[in-house]
């Protein structure tokens, strides 16, 4: 899932991560992986522990919390009164404290942040945990060649108690609150027969404005011993594509890919079968090469990031000559592109439809230039000179408007124009756009009028 949000949101991260230890970065990553993946048996001698936490809110709060039900729900851990500094026998451990009055320590989510991560929680909901003054929090180690099979007990073991205790869940990593009901959804139902997860379901992903592009970066990985990862600098007409490359590249280090010390193989058809692999192959369209190398640095953190190490995904090797261009370009290539072209005659009621449309840009601009919502943007239908004299009509994502000149991405793919490509930055002028589409942060679009007419009425 990715989430479109305020930046002044990224700051309410009070929850506590303890960290992997400052090994140098490749190893890392590697041994990750090797723990994850490998069929051997590990000693947990050397081996990170993962530490995971999740607290469990009650209201009304006049109450007493079920600790005998909750050492049954954990009974697969040993539980400790504080943590060592190391797992032995590879035994997964937990310890929890029943806590009131924890408004600085603790604090419930407000309803704006609710908002945007509740999940299944009603309003009613919402609004009676807001002075709630009870709550467990439940800390568990373990070590990170267990992390399959702990994560999935601790996610059954935490929805246990809180069912049966009618509470609801916090995911410390994820920072998300979950009813019961969609806890088991998202962190249990999607695991397979096997006992491997679908990663997009244990994780989410945060997109928001930083500076002049959007930023996407995962919460969550470090439950399983794994980097948390960051696209940077891209436009929100592609936060869709962005999503799905993150969830793939994430499905595909958890499940051992190829990695080397410069990039991670993506290879559709090698990722396992099921209902994720299956979902991707679906929406694959003809001219996909399923199979290409991303590549990836050490990310930069920054205030509101999960402390996890963090691997930024680079497109420096794909053919482009701008970031745009270049993300655009992997996008198309792993998962396909298609992009029809209309031939047709602009007859009256397409040229009534196109004012229409241009009698409302000077409110556009408005909006753009005071701030779009998070996930907002707006995009321009254009003309451009094609090789053969013509004119080839596309649109372009709005970067930005002064006076009557706009900057933006091309977003189409041309046909007649050689020197153009898709990502590309080109500038328009207000008074050549024939329309517009607004796209809120829910995909709801508005405008695009012309684009009926012009199905309609096209040359066959």
């Not at 990553?29 to 469990?56: D, G, Q």
């Not at 909901?125 to 929090?137: F, H, M, R, T």
């Amino acid at each position: 899932m990715t989430v479109k949000y305020p930046e002044s949101l990224r700051d309410y991260s009070w929850t506590f991560r303890f960290g992997l230890g400052q090994l140098q970065f490749l190893i890392l990553l590697l041994a990750m992986l090797l723990f994850l993946v490998s069929t051997k048996v590990h000693s947990s001698e050397n081996e990170p522990p993962i530490y995971w936490r999740s607290i469990v809110y009650f209201y009304p709060d006049d109450r007493i919390v079920g600790e005998d039900e909750l050492k049954l729900a954990f009974k697969d851990f040993d539980f400790v009164s504080e943590f060592p500094e190391k797992t032995e026998n590879n035994t997964p451990l937990y310890t929890y404290e029943v806590i009131k009055n924890f408004d600085e320590s603790y604090p419930v989510p407000d309803m704006s942040y609710l908002a945007y991560f509740g999940r299944g929680v009603t309003k009613a909901e919402a609004e009676s945990i807001q002075g709630s003054k009870l709550a467990v929090v439940i800390d568990a180690m373990f070590p990170i060649s267990t992390a399959i099979k702990n994560v999935y007990g601790l996610n059954n073991a935490v929805f246990r108690f809180a069912n049966q205790e009618h509470g609801l869940i916090w995911d410390s990593e994820t920072r998300e609150l979950f009813s019961p009901i969609a806890w088991k959804e998202k962190r249990i139902s999607s695991w397979d027969k096997s006992g491997f997860p679908v990663i997009e379901d244990q994780i989410v992903i945060h997109a928001y404005q930083a500076g002049e592009g959007v930023r996407a970066i995962t919460l969550g990985m470090s439950k399983f011993g794994l980097p948390d990862i960051v696209v940077d600098k891209f436009s929100w007409s592609l936060n869709g594509e962005v999503g799905s490359v993150i969830n793939v590249v994430a499905q595909s280090i958890f499940e051992g890919t190829e990695v080397t010390d410069s990039f991670i193989r993506v290879d559709i058809d090698k990722l396992r079968d099921g209902e994720f692999k299956t979902r991707v192959k679906n929406s694959l369209k003809e001219n996909a090469v399923q199979r290409i190398d991303v590549g990836y640095r050490e990310g930069k953190w920054e205030s509101g990031d999960p402390n996890n190490y963090l691997i930024e995904l680079t497109f420096d090797h794909i053919e482009g000559s701008s970031l745009s261009e270049k993300q655009s370009n992997f996008v198309h290539a792993l998962f396909g592109w298609e992009d029809d072209i209309a031939y047709v005659r602009h007859n009256q009621l397409i040229k009534e439809a196109s004012k229409r449309a241009r009698e409302k840009l000077p409110s556009l601009k408005k909006d753009f230039n005071e701030g779009l919502a998070p996930g907002e943007y707006i995009q321009l239908k254009a003309p451009f000179d094609t090789d053969d004299e013509g004119v080839e009509w596309m649109w372009v994502e709005v970067l930005a408007w002064s006076n009557s000149e706009i900057k933006g991405l091309l977003k189409n793919e041309p046909y007649f124009i050689e020197s153009l490509r898709a990502g590309m930055e080109v500038s328009i002028n207000q008074d050549d756009v024939f329309d517009y589409i607004r796209t809120d942060a829910n995909g709801n679009r508005e405008g695009n009028e012309t684009g009926e007419l012009i199905q309609k009425y096209q040359v066959r």
